[in-house]
């Protein structure tokens, strides 16, 4: 992981903390739980073609970072794909929409993992109906290599403040090809009360708030022990834990210190913020929210190698009964003719930031 002057972390929410951390030192470099975050390191480096394409899949954006794929191995030449329901949010995502979007992500990453390398994948989405796997993959001689791959590594979710600079022209017509760019200054301005309002209502919800303290990673060991959920790392967040400022009591009490400077860093960062994306889709069926999932995915690609950034703020887009009224204003402000909104991110140029920790993939595999 690059070391930076600023250490970035994941508070609530998929939300962020900036940190003045210490440049460089033995503790920083004791700090980083490198074992979390080796699957970056381990891509593409299996015996078995689809163990390789997994390997890449597993690096996906997903709520929460949950992780919550599974893969069998069948045959020669299939993997059956499922979601591990163990792993799911009853609370931010109560039908499992993001859950589901997040595995488009893992699907899409897969199939041009297997592109890179001359391999076809032929999904079939759900093949027993719902309840069942989400897809079954066959992979088959074929496929094209997709420019996008190349930026697999670099991809991130960016969850810091964006500097003012605009959204030039030619990148927004690029990233039209998989999301609506939404760079319009009234509409930014709107966007950016709905996103914070909405944030708020998660925060402030005592449900939401403890299913993301739940997800809470407290420094290096706890990292280490469940790479997955938000993590809270790195020197300085873990000087303020032996110093008992930051802990699962302090995040859940709206009197804190820890709570009331998780708002106002979100707050900046959400103000920060020059231009959108959107996702919608006409009907709202798995399959769509899996092709969601592939543009989002997609998306964050291309912006990734134009140097952009992104970030889903998803609040305004949850299904909770407490978050209905910003539900229904997204949907006025964004949704065409019924449609439904899948992905609402931030857009814009961000400062460079690490990978977040995953599962290796052999605690993901399951035998047939
Ligand atoms: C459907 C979906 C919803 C997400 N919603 C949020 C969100 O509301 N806020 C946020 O900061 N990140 C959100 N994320 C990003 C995840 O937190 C992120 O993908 C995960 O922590 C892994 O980090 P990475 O994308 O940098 O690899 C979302 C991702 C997906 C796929």
């Known amino acids: 992981m690059t070391l930076t002057r600023r250490k970035t972390l994941a508070l609530i929410g998929g939300g962020v903390v900036l940190a003045a951390a210490a440049a460089g030192g033995g503790f920083f470099s004791t700090r980083t739980p490198v074992r979390a975050l080796a699957p970056w390191q381990m891509a593409g480096r299996y015996a078995d073609a689809r163990l390789r394409a997994l390997s890449w899949a597993l690096l996906a954006p997903n709520p929460h970072n949950r992780q919550p794929w599974v893969a069998e191995l069948a045959g020669a030449d299939q993997v059956i794909i499922h979601r591990d329901r163990t792993r799911n949010l009853p609370a931010t995502d109560p039908f499992d929409r993001q859950l589901t979007i997040g595995m488009g992500c893992f699907l899409e990453l897969m199939t041009m993992a297997a592109a890179e390398e001359g391999l076809a994948v032929t999904l079939t989405l759900f093949p027993e109906g719902e309840d069942g796997p989400v897809a079954q993959a066959r992979f088959a001689d074929g496929g094209a290599p997709d420019p996008l791959f190349a930026h697999a590594l670099q991809r991130r979710s960016c969850k810091e403040p964006y500097a003012e600079r605009p959204v030039p022209d030619a990148a927004a017509a690029a990233l039209s090809a998989h999301a609506r760019i939404l760079r319009d200054p009234e509409l930014v301005a709107a966007l950016r009360a709905l996103t914070w309002a909405a944030f708020e209502v998660e925060y402030r919800t005592p449900a939401t708030l403890q299913e993301s303290i739940d997800l809470m ?120 003719d019924g449609e439904t909104l899948q992905m609402l991110g931030r857009l814009g140029y961000g400062p460079a930031t690490g990978p977040s920790p995953r599962w290796p993939l052999e605690t993901r595999l399951i035998d047939a």
Request: net charge negative; hydrophobic share 50%.
């Open 217 to 336: 990673r407290f420094g290096r060991a706890e990292i280490e022990a469940n790479p997955d959920g938000i993590e809270l790392g790195g020197p300085f967040l873990e000087a303020l834990m032996l110093a008992g400022v930051i802990n699962r009591a302090a995040q859940a009490d709206p009197d804190s210190m820890a709570f009331k400077t998780g708002l106002d860093i979100y707050s900046r960062m959400l103000a920060a913020t020059p231009a959108y994306a959107v996702i919608a889709t006409a009907g709202n069926s798995r399959e769509d929210q899996i092709e969601a999932g592939r543009q989002w995915l997609r998306l964050n690609l291309a912006a990734t190698q134009l140097g952009l950034a992104v970030q889903p703020v998803s609040q305004a887009l949850q299904e909770f009964p407490e978050m209905a009224e910003h539900y229904a204003a997204a949907h006025a402000l964004l949704a065409r």
